[in-house]
């Protein structure tokens, strides 16, 4: 069925260092999501992508989506301890009813 | 508004007991999930409705049931815990999308649930 692997699992970064993680499904995706969630919290949608190439920045956050449309990035500028939390990517799955696949998550940790 | 809320917020169970999760959402959503997560494996899927009176199953639906009688609540029901169901759960609801984008899901504050 369908997936969506994100890497890495897991970074560990001192405060001001810069952190991506990536994003790889193994079909053509209309569009991606990406969530953040607090420790302790929910998921909280942050953006969607739908272009092929597209790229969109939220202040220190820059989202990419890949040529193909089967791949996409997240990159965050000078870490603060407020980024930490778990990263999610989420593809939609074929068929009705909004449904979407999403990536294990990578889990951000920013040592201050 | 509330947005989604979900019910209880913690909850031990004995293997074999039952219980029922409820969810509710007060933004007039369509759309509405259940979702596990489980350390390393990502939120995934167990059942979901697309609208009042219909439910449908996901990627991980077996030892789940559910029930959306209005609009606004959606239930998750376990007939028999086990162990394995060890979890949080969180409930999520979205609008009706459109074209090729798909729209956000609002999630719920989550249940944890342990069974021993």
């Known amino acids: 069925g369908q997936q969506v692997m994100q890497i890495p699992q897991y970074q560990h970064v001192q405060e001001g260092e810069d952190f991506t993680t990536y994003c790889n499904s193994s079909?053509?995706?209309?569009?991606i999501q990406w969530y953040k969630q607090r420790p302790g919290g929910h998921p909280v949608f942050l953006i969607q992508?739908?272009?092929?190439?597209e790229v969109k920045k939220q202040k220190r956050l820059t989202f990419q989506f890949g040529e193909a449309k089967k791949n996409s990035s997240l990159h965050i500028t000078a870490t603060q301890t407020t980024d930490v939390g778990t990263y999610f990517c989420a593809g939609p799955t074929k068929g009705y009813g909004n449904k979407l696949v999403f990536g294990a998550g990578t889990i951000l940790r920013v040592k201050s | 508004n509330a947005g989604v809320t979900q019910t209880p917020k913690f909850r031990v169970l004995k293997t074999g007991q039952s219980m029922t999760l409820l969810c509710a959402q007060d933004m007039n959503h369509e759309y509405m999930y259940w979702y596990r997560q489980d350390p390393g494996m990502g939120l995934r899927l167990i059942h979901y409705?697309?609208?009042?009176?219909?439910?449908a199953k996901g990627e991980v639906p077996d030892g789940y049931n559910v029930s959306r009688l209005k609009k606004q609540n959606f239930l998750l029901g376990l007939e028999s815990a086990a162990p394995s169901q060890t979890s949080v759960y969180f409930c999520?609801?979205?609008?009706?999308?459109?074209?090729?984008?798909?729209?956000?899901?609002?999630f719920g504050p989550g249940t944890r649930l342990t069974v021993t």
């Open positions: 999520a609801s979205s609008y009706f999308p459109t074209g090729a984008e798909s729209d956000e899901q609002y």
């Open positions: 409705s697309v609208g009042e009176g219909t439910t």
């Open positions: 992508l739908v272009k092929s190439g």
């Open positions: 079909t053509t995706l209309s569009n």
